[in-house]
């Protein structure tokens, strides 16, 4: 991983947490949730946060 795409994947995990603290708190649904992890793997392009987002575990409601 580059440094480029090593800041994809830090921006992202970043911004994943402030959405799952809204939702934890109610603020957003989980398919508001969705939605927005999968608009920011396509402005960030994060290599691993790709793969999450498009993995079948998401579809299955892993969290882990």
């Known amino acids: 991983m580059n440094k480029e795409q090593g800041r994809a994947e830090r921006d992202y995990r970043l911004v994943k947490a ?22 920011c793997v396509c402005r960030l392009k994060p290599i691993v946060g790709e793969l999450e987002v498009n993995s079948i575990a998401e579809e299955k409601g892993y969290t882990g």
Do not use: H, P
């Open 18 to 39: 402030v959405f799952m603290t809204l939702r934890d708190k109610g603020i957003i649904t989980d398919e508001e949730l969705s939605a927005l992890k999968k608009e």
